[in-house]
């Protein structure tokens, strides 16, 4: 997944779109659940709502069972990669709390926190709770149907005094 020390580098990021693009939807090669949640993860890193949000429809459709299971090609054996792949790829939609250079964390400058940047029209009208900042702290957020963020509330309290401010966005 793509370091947000490198996330600004256009270069990097059309690079890694391309590869996205060229290794297809998952489909085409061996039909993992994990393999779809990480492209998901990838392309809400990369902002592409779309993208993101086909990668982990199309999971949640072919890999995973009724009880929540992710199953290899949607049969057994169980494999748990997916099922954390799937979290983590729906929280990079939902949230983008970019890491830093040791060097930026320790000069204290201001860590930012991009609320909703990869939130597909499906989940218009939405809301989460209890999602942790690195750092220390807790956000939650609602959003409307356009899937533009439109309150917030920050519990920062849990940050020790030599960790940086955080700006939202």
């Not at 994990?34 to 709502?49: D, E, F, G, I, Q």
């Not at 949640?60 to 009724?66: C, R, S």
């Not at 690195?134 to 963020?149: A, E, H, K, L």
Request: hydrophobic share 40%; charged share 20%; with cysteine.
């Amino acid at each position: 997944i793509i370091s947000s020390v490198h996330g600004s580098n256009k270069t990097i990021t059309d690079a890694v779109e391309t590869t996205l693009y060229s290794r297809g939807t998952g489909v085409e090669d061996s039909n993992t659940g994990w393999a779809k949640v990480w492209r998901s993860a990838c392309w809400a890193l990369l902002n592409v709502t779309d993208e993101a949000y086909s990668e982990l429809s199309l999971a949640i459709q072919d890999n995973f069972a009724e009880n929540g299971f992710d199953m290899y090609s949607g049969s057994p054996p169980f494999q748990i990669d997916a099922n954390f792949g799937l979290v983590g790829a729906m929280v990079q939609m939902l949230i983008r709390d970019s890491d830093r250079s040791s060097a930026d964390a320790s000069a204290g400058k201001t860590q930012d926190v991009l609320l909703g940047p990869a939130i597909p029209a499906a989940w218009g009208g939405g809301s989460v709770g209890g999602l942790r900042l690195r750092g220390g702290g807790v956000v939650s957020f609602s959003w409307n149907d356009s899937g533009v963020v439109d309150s917030c509330k920050a519990d920062l309290s849990a940050r020790g005094s030599d960790v940086s401010q955080v700006k939202f966005y």
